[in-house]
């Protein structure tokens, strides 16, 4: 909260046009390239406010509301309220409809890890009438996707996502929580039902046959077989990815043709170490 942290550079606006800043923390001010402040914003809501040259505030949240990735928080163009808009329209004016408020959190009452016997998960917020969706295919839980009515049954490793959506406000962020069975691990097949095959092509004929199977020169080893689930479960620190299948694994993927490129996809990510169970 310090009048001319970051002060705009000489630019004119006409009536009806807008000037876009990034709060990226780069401290950018030529008027003749994208504008950058030098601080950042959190994205929980923190002091925010525009001076006049005189140091009078001309607008001000104290804080600004939490805010969410693919959405944006501002004045309708009217000026008489403020909300969030599913729909970011930077450079323009804002939708005439906001919504108000947004969904709280999904909570898992079993936290990821790793499991050797089902167990049943809920999933709640605290949000009143909200709906939960959930998926375990590893896509983005949708208002098209399972309801969750009742606590849910984990049997083997799963990738459970969940997010919580109410007409009128911003649906909740997507909350993944994966549970792992280190003997499906160790037995897991090069193919897997409902996996891609191949994993993009070799050249113009051939594929690159996809391989998701630990080896059982090493599985079966009287020697180190034995060792792969303490060492999975109790020493080795684990790194989840979780994503759509296509976008990760198949011929069109960071898997296959994308693998070689800079092509990024949108994943969860998840760590945890068994032998710091606090990380």
Known sequence: DIAGKWVFPQVTLNTGEFLVVH???LDRRDPAQPLHTNFTLSGGGEFLALYSPA???????????QQFPGVSFGTIFSGASQGYFLEPTPGVDNHLEALTDYVRDTHFDVERGFFTTAFPVTITTSTPGAEIRYTT??????????LYTAPLTVSTTTALRARAFKSGLVPSNIDTQTYIFAASW????DFP?????SW???DSTLKVLADYGMNPSVTNNATYGPLIIPAMTQ???VVCLTGRMEDIFGDDSIHGNLRDTDAEVPVAIEYFNPLVPAD
């Open 235 to 237: 020493t080795l620190p």
């Open 137 to 146: 295919d590893g896509s983005e839980p949708s208002e098209s996707s399972p």
């Open 193 to 197: 039902a409902g996996f891609p095959q």
């Open 55 to 65: 140091t009078v505030p001309a607008s001000v949240w104290q804080p600004y509301a």
């Open 186 to 189: 160790k037995t897991q097949p």
């Open 23 to 25: 709060a990226s923390g």
């Open 200 to 202: 993009g092509q070799f």
